[in-house]
């Protein structure tokens, strides 16, 4: 099937995408078995949407998720820098449990399309910037729902999320994940560090569970979340990631990891309401950013 592009706003000539692609190998190769799309059509999706996903992961320590023969086949997270990984991928250096490592970082779309001629499929930053490691910029309430949660019960359960967040002075902003669930994120003005911006989830979290125990969980027991939504505050941990908002997914589908305005979550049908070629018209159509005032927001993290 001929690839599908995008007239993104700022996505360049096809001519030019085209010769920019020389470094990628096997375009024809097939990610998405039952989707029928290619590893082609995946850097071809990356550079379309590009001036809406480099703001999301550029200068942010990165967790990759590679899937060398496709979805059907076994993935894997990889989080350390390589050289094999080709130019425009970085090394930074950051202090972990067993001394130090060079992570990876990118500045750019070629960065992200090296990455992609290795086989990543899914972009997973940090909610710090590389050099800043330590003063998180942003939080994650990554909303997981057990199995037998209707998705009408989850969408009420971010909107409540926000609600609350607004309570105590604090924007944010909704994602459909391109899984199972949602996340709210909600920037914050660098500063405190991980261990406060831990606490301060974990107190959030345990709140909405007081509050509403039977519809809320705030600990990973599988046992604990049946029935139950699970806020998961573990995010907002040192070297925890999320999924970059307009990353694929590597699942069936090629489900996108979506931000939206709270009006359009609202509106959504499900978690993976967006696959790779809706995403791409959507990003072709969008005029204004759904996360409109998320980059200017300054705003500091309380103390609860
Ligand atoms: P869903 O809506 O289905 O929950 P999700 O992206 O929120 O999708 P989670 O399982 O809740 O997926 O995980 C949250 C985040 O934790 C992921 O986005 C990813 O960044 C990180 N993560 C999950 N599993 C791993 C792993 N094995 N290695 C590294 N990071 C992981
Ligand atoms: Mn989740
Ligand atoms: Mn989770």
Excluded at 63 to 73: E, F, K, Q, V
Excluded at 212 to 220: D, N
Excluded at 231 to 259: F, H, K, Q, Y
Aim: glycine share 6%; with cysteine.
């Amino acid at each position: 099937p001929a690839p599908r592009r995008a007239r993104a706003g700022r996505a360049r000539p096809l001519q030019e995408t085209a010769m920019s692609d020389t470094r990628l190998s096997h375009p024809e190769r097939i990610v998405y078995p039952v989707a029928k799309i290619s590893k082609g059509e995946v850097a071809d999706y990356y550079r379309a949407v590009e001036a809406w996903l480099l703001p999301e992961l550029v200068e942010r320590p990165l967790s990759l998720l590679r899937c060398p023969d496709g979805i059907a086949s076994a993935c894997f997270f990889q989080k350390h820098h390589a050289d094999s990984l080709g130019e425009g991928v970085h090394p930074v250096r950051l202090r972990e449990s067993a001394g130090q490592a060079d992570y990876v970082y990118v500045r750019d779309i070629e960065g992200v399309s090296a990455l992609v001629q290795m086989n990543t499929l899914e972009f997973h930053p940090w909610g710090a910037k590389r050099q800043a490691p330590d003063r998180p910029d942003r939080l994650v309430f990554d909303l997981d729902p057990a199995e037998d949660i209707a998705w009408s019960e989850l969408k009420r359960a971010g909107r409540e999320v926000r609600d609350r967040l607004a309570e105590i002075g604090l924007d944010s902003w909704p994602r459909l994940s391109g899984g199972k669930g949602m996340h709210v994120v909600v920037p914050i003005r660098p500063g405190p560090r991980w261990a406060e911006a831990k606490a301060f989830s974990e107190a959030f979290a345990d709140a909405m569970v007081a509050q509403s125990p039977l519809r809320y969980v705030a600990t990973a027991s599988k046992v604990a979340r049946k029935g139950r939504i699970f806020i998961d505050w573990l995010r907002n941990a040192r070297g925890a990631t999320s999924v970059a908002s307009w990353s694929l997914r590597a699942r069936e589908g090629a489900p996108v990891a979506m931000p939206l305005r709270w009006d359009e979550f609202s509106r959504a049908r499900s978690s993976t309401d967006f696959d790779l070629a809706k995403a791409l018209r959507r990003a072709a159509r969008l005029r204004s950013d759904p996360w409109e005032g998320f980059a200017e927001s300054r705003q500091r993290l309380p103390t609860i």
